[in-house]
C-alpha cells in the first residue's frame, strides 16, 4: 500500500526521504513524490513509475531540512505524475501525504466551491485544499480538515509559513514517529525510521502530532493532550539488508530455521509438556472454559489460520474454524463469551482483519491476536496474543512470518491440548517434534537444488493445481498462493476429494499436480488421488514426508517427489510450506519475475 515519510531537522532533508522512500518500496507502489521547504517555499517533484524516475526528476537537488514524501499505490486515479502525492493547495502554501480514502470527498469538495483548481483525480488533494482555507496554527488547522473527513488517513503537512514544522494525523492508516537526537521523523512504516532510530511512538486513530527538530507533541482530536512515550525497538535495521542474498524473500526464506527457533524461544515447557504463552492473559481457568475458537485472517494468514484451526482441534478437541476476516464481519457474526476469537496478521495493521477484531469487541468478544509486528494497531487492540518475533518480513509475499504462524498456532493448540485431552507423553511427542523444526527446516533447504529443477522443468506451464485432504489442504492452498502471486502462473488448490467434483475436467498433460501427502491415515487415500490424475495424464510432483510406502506406490506414479524429512502433525505444514516456498520462488526467479515486488501486490494492506 502507499508510504509516508516525513522529515524535521538539521541534516538536509533530501537523501533522507529518497532512503526513506527506498525502504518502502517493498510494500508495492505505481509513483513515488516530495515536498521540501526550501528558501522559504514548498518545492515539490513526483513521478509516476518506480523511484528511479523520481531520481532522475532531482539532478538539481532541493536543499531543505524539512519535508514528506510518499509512495502511491492507485486508489482514485491512475498512476500519474498529477495523482502522486504530495498534493499542494492552488497557492502552495501547503503540500500533504496520504494513504487511506476520502469517503465524503464530493462533499468536502463542494464547501470550497475551487472546483476548477484541482490539479489531479485523488481524493487526497482535497485535504490542501480545505487547509489553505484556515488560518491559524497549522495543528489547528489540520485537526479541523481531519475533523471533517469520513473515511481513513495516515497523513503528514507541511506549511511555508510553519518552515520547521510537520503535522501528521492519523485514522485507521498507521502513522509511526522516530525520536532521534535534534530531529524528528515519521512513516508508516517501520523499514523507513530504522536506519535512523530505534526510538519509536505509535499514533492512535484520532491522534495528532505536531513535530520539530526539538521533539513533539501528540493531541487528540478534541485537542486534549495525549500523553506518550516513545518505545525502544531493538535489532530492526539487519532485518531491512538484503544480506548478500539476491531477493529479500530468498532471505526470508533461508532465515527460517532461526525465525521458528525466535518464536519457540522460552515458549516450550519440558516439565508439564506444554506450552507458555505468558500474553495471552488467560488463567488455567479460563483455558477449560472455552467452547469454540474462531481464527481470522486474510491471504496467506488465512490459510496459516486454517492449519492452526486442524491443529487446535485435534489436540484440543475442541470445535475451531477459520474465516477469512474481511467477510467475517459483514454476515454480522454471532459473537459469543466462551468462544475464542483470535485475529492473526503479519503487519498487524491489515484493514480487513483489524475491522473484524473490532466488530468481535464491540460485541463484547474476547479476542487474541498472533501478531509479528510488536506495537502494530492490532496488537495494541487486542486482549491478549502470541508476537511470532519473526523480525520484520519485507517481500511482499508471506514466507517466514506464515511459518511462525504455524508455530504460534502448534504452541496455542499445545496449550489448549494439554489443559483438555492432550496427554503429559502426547504432549512431549509434540515438544520433540517442535524441537526438531528448525533442523527439519533446514534439511527442507538442502533440497534447494532438486526442486529448483523442478521449477524449471514445469515453469512454462499455464496452469497448476495444489490438491490435499485435511491436514493437507491448508497446505495447498498456501502451495497455490506463493506460486500464482510471485510466478503468475495459474494456480488453484482443492480438497483432493474434490477433484473429480469438477476440477479434473481442467487436467491434461499440461496442467502439473503438486499433491501433498502427509504421512497420516489418508496416506492410501492420497496416493488414490495421485492415481486419479496420471489416469488423465496430468505431470504429479508428490510432497510428502513418508519415507518409504508398501510397493513404493509415490515413486511409481509420481513423477517427480520431493521427499521432506518426517515431521509431526504440528509441524508439517511449516516443513512441506518451506518446500513450496522453494518452488515457487525458483519459478519465479527462471520466468524473469520481480520476486520481491510482485506486480498488482502491496504488503500490508491498509485499505478495505
Ligand atoms: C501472501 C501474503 C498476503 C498476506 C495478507 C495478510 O503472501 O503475504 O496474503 O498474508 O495480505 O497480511 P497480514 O498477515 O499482514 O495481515
Request: charge should be negative; proline fraction near 5%.
Amino acid at each position: 500500500m502507499c508510504g509516508i515519510i516525513a522529515y524535521t531537522g538539521n541534516q538536509n532533508a533530501l537523501p533522507i526521504l529518497l532512503d526513506g522512500l527506498k525502504r518502502l518500496e517493498y510494500r508495492g507502489y505505481d509513483s513515488t513524490g516530495l515536498s521540501i521547504l526550501s528558501r522559504k517555499r514548498i518545492k515539490t517533484v513526483k513521478a509516476a513509475g518506480k523511484l528511479n524516475v523520481l531520481e532522475s526528476k532531482l539532478a538539481k537537488p532541493i536543499i531543505g531540512h524539512c519535508g514528506i514524501g510518499h509512495t502511491r499505490w492507485a486508489t482514485h486515479g491512475a498512476p500519474t505524475d498529477e495523482n502522486a502525492h504530495p498534493h499542494t493547495d492552488p497557492t502552495q502554501r501547503f503540500a500533504v501525504v496520504h494513504n487511506g480514502i476520502i469517503e465524503n470527498v464530493d462533499a468536502l469538495k463542494a464547501t470550497l466551491k475551487d472546483s476548477d483548481t484541482y490539479t489531479s483525480e485523488t481524493d487526497s488533494e482535497v485535504i490542501a485544499h480545505l487547509l489553505a482555507n484556515h488560518k491559524g496554527e497549522l495543528v489547528d488547522a489540520v485537526r479541523e480538515v481531519v475533523g471533517a473527513i469520513v473515511g481513513t488517513y495516515g497523513l503528514a503537512v507541511i506549511d511555508q509559513q510553519n518552515p520547521d514544522t510537520i503535522v501528521v494525523a492519523r485514522n485507521g492508516s498507521p502513522v509511526i514517529l522516530g525520536v532521534c537526537d535534534g530531529a524528528m521523523l515519521a512513516a508508516s512504516d517501520m523499514s523507513a525510521l530504522s536506519r535512523h532510530t530505534n526510538q519509536i511512538v505509535h499514533l492512535d486513530d484520532g491522534e495528532i502530532a505536531q513535530l520539530t527538530p526539538a521533539g513533539f507533541q501528540v493531541l487528540r482530536l478534541d485537542s486534549s493532550v495525549a500523553d506518550k512515550k516513545a518505545i525502544t525497538l531493538d535489532n530492526l535495521n539487519s532485518h531491512y539488508d538484503r544480506g548478500g542474498h539476491p531477493h529479500y524473500l530468498y532471505k526470508e526464506i533461508v532465515d527460517q530455521p532461526d525465525t521458528v527457533q525466535q518464536t519457540l524461544s522460552g515458549r516450550l515447557d519440558d516439565r508439564f509438556s506444554t506450552a507458555h504463552l505468558g500474553g495471552l492473559n488467560l488463567e488455567p481457568r479460563d483455558l477449560i472454559g472455552i467452547k469454540r475458537v474462531t481464527l481470522l485472517g486474510c491471504g496467506s494468514a488465512l490459510y496459516a489460520a486454517m492449519a492452526g484451526a486442524n491443529m487446535i482441534e485435534s489436540l484440543a478437541r475442541i470445535p475451531v474454524v477459520a474465516e477469512p476476516a474481511a467477510e467475517f464481519r459483514y454476515r454480522n457474526p454471532v459473537i459469543e463469551k466462551d468462544t475464542l476469537y483470535i485475529v492473526v496478521s503479519q503487519s498487524g495493521e491489515t484493514f480487513d482483519t483489524l475491522a473484524a477484531l473490532r466488530e468481535v469487541r464491540r460485541k463484547g468478544g474476547f479476542v487474541l491476536g498472533v501478531v509479528n509486528s510488536v506495537g502494530s494497531t492490532i496488537a495494541r487492540e487486542v486482549d491478549g496474543g502470541i508476537y511470532m518475533h519473526a523480525g520484520p518480513e519485507v517481500s511482499v509475499a508471506s514466507t517466514k512470518a506464515y511459518s511462525s504462524m504455524l508455530v504460534s498456532f502448534a504452541l496455542l493448540a499445545l496449550l489448549l491440548g494439554r489443559s483438555r485431552d492432550t496427554s503429559p507423553q502426547q504432549g512431549s511427542r509434540h515438544i520433540n517434534d517442535l524441537k526438531q523444526l528448525p533442523d527439519n527446516i533446514l534439511k527442507v533447504l538442502e533440497l534447494e537444488p532438486e526442486i529448483a529443477k523442478i521449477a524449471n522443468k514445469y515453469k512454462k506451464r499455464q496452469s497448476a493445481f495444489f490438491v490435499g485432504r485435511t491436514n493437507g489442504f491448508p497446505i495447498a492452498l498456501e502451495g497455490a498462493q506463493k506460486l500464482k502471486e510471485i510466478s503468475y502462473i495459474h494456480a488453484e488448490a482443492y480438497p483432493a476429494s474434490e477433484l473429480k467434483h469438477g476440477p479434473l475436467a481442467l487436467v491434461t498433460e499440461k496442467t502439473p499436480c503438486i499433491v501433498i501427502l502427509p504421512n497420516d491415515d489418508l496416506l492410501a487415500k492420497s496416493i488414490s488421488t495421485m492415481e486419479e490424475i496420471k489416469a488423465r495424464g496430468g505431470p504429479v510432483i508428490a510432497l510428502t514426508n513418508a519415507q518409504s510406502t508398501p510397493d513404493d506406490r509415490i515413486n511409481k506414479l509420481a513423477d517427480e517427489v520431493i521427499r521432506v524429512p518426517d515431521s509431526g502433525e504440528l509441524t508439517l505444514p511449516a516443513v512441506m510450506g518451506v518446500a513450496l516456498q522453494l518452488l515457487a520462488y525458483h519459478s519465479a526467479v527462471s520466468l524473469g519475475r520481480d520476486v520481491d515486488q510482485p506486480r498488482n501486490l502491496a504488503k500490508s494492506v491498509t485499505v478495505e
